[in-house]
């Protein structure tokens, strides 16, 4: 049983504490969006109030204030995440912005026509398209492992699919719309021992699991801030050096370069050569705090609380008749997704927000997983450490109301 102090956590969330529709809420869409403690509100708003400036050029005062804040952002995620340099950490707009980054980057400097690139079927949209572009514009070919009914990666498949010609592998750690965690530690050594680099989609597991990249040793990691209790609009692509500075800048303008001229250009050192242009650096900064935040608590704490959610929510939704789950891998995290006989999930999340019950409905930008389990939609409800036992009550209860009331 896990000493997490729940009810302590949920004090630092001042959006918790309201009514939907006369209800208290129950936010159970935390694999969307976060929500945001007080300290990381307060960063936000601390920097709009007392040092607004841009960063890196400017003499002032305010500018150094601010250009020091938004780079010890980066040495907190830089220490959090266990890299060798802030050089390694990339701030973006996002997980899907760090994707497409990459995917130009790594696409112009490494890959050419009949390359293969090596992904599985759970991936989120992000690290589907990207691909699906530079495959049209370079002439690589996208290959896809399959996943087995549980919603769990193929391992024989998997290996099958790495070839000579497969010059990159790019897998999500946690499915968004299945929970089941990747053995991506085997992906990575099976990866590397054919000398191919591996990218992982972090945007679920972030903020679920303890991620080392030198222990995974992974060569490119990404994830957005606002799964993390951060600000939206703000995320990390994180990458070994060696192949940061190989690769070519995605954007070009203000501070990714160290010289211009007509003739020329000379792009700046890591990691501004692949920040163009003012960042978000209020989010930078929030993010910094977000990361600080959930350290204090402890991520192995976090995960042990979680797991204690999701074996509760799992246990009393797979006991309501009528309701399937979707995804029942053996190594999950913090997301049930289910369809319900009776309804369709649209209409399922449209009632449940009348019990003031916050879940997502819809294909969760994982189109191909609902067409490989015969699906349209499902209802996900996705957990975090400030849920607790009784929210799943309520989410339990609505569903059997939901049932009755269809029936």
Request: one cysteine or more.
């Amino acid at each position: 049983m896990s000493t997490f102090d729940v009810n302590k956590v949920r004090a630092d969330f001042p959006t918790l504490t309201q009514k939907v529709r006369g209800k208290d809420l129950v936010y159970l869409d935390n694999a969307a969006t976060s929500h945001k403690p007080k300290c990381v509100i307060d960063a936000v708003s601390d920097f709009y109030r007392n040092y607004n400036s841009n960063i890196h050029r400017g003499v002032h005062k305010l500018s150094q204030i601010a250009t020091d804040k938004y780079e010890n952002a980066r040495k907190i995620i830089k220490d959090f995440m266990n890299a060798d340099s802030t050089e390694e950490i990339i701030f973006t707009k996002g997980t899907t912005d760090s994707m497409n980054l990459f995917a130009n980057s790594f696409g112009k400097a490494y890959l050419k026509a009949d390359d293969e690139i090596l992904i599985s079927h759970m991936e989120h949209h992000s690290n589907i398209v990207p691909w699906q572009i530079l495959c049209e514009d370079r002439g690589c070919k996208l290959k896809v492992a399959p996943i087995n009914d549980k919603g769990e990666i193929i391992w024989e498949e998997f290996e099958k699919l790495i070839t000579d010609k497969t010059k990159l592998i790019s897998v999500v750690h946690i499915s968004n719309s299945l929970g089941t965690v990747n053995p991506i530690k085997k992906i990575i050594d099976a990866g590397h021992a054919r000398g191919i680099p591996v990218m992982i989609d972090g945007a679920q597991s972030i903020h679920h699991v303890e991620i080392d990249v030198k222990e995974l040793d992974c060569d490119f990691f990404a994830f957005s801030g606002h799964k993390i209790y951060g600000p939206t609009g703000i995320g990390v692509l994180y990458g070994k050096k060696k192949y940061l500075n190989e690769i070519p800048p995605y954007q070009g303008g203000g501070d990714m370069i160290l010289s211009v001229s007509f003739e020329k250009t000379i792009y700046n050192e890591l990691p501004y050569k692949f920040e163009a242009g003012t960042p978000n650096i209020a989010g930078a900064i929030g993010l910094g705090e977000a990361i600080r935040y959930v350290s204090e608590l402890g991520i192995r704490n976090i995960a042990e609380y979680e797991k204690e959610l999701l074996d509760y929510a799992t246990e009393q939704v797979s006991a309501i008749p009528g309701v399937n789950i979707i995804g029942t891998a053996d190594k999950k995290a913090s997301v049930l997704s289910f369809v319900m006989e009776a309804a369709h999930p649209h209409d399922v999340g449209t009632m449940m927000d009348m019990d003031g019950v916050a879940i997502r409905t819809g294909h969760h930008c994982t189109e191909p997983v609902m067409r490989r389990f015969e699906v349209p939609a499902t209802s996900r409800a996705s957990f975090s450490f400030y849920n607790t036992k009784e929210e799943i009550d309520v989410l339990v209860k609505s569903i059997a109301k939901i049932i009755d009331m269809f029936s």
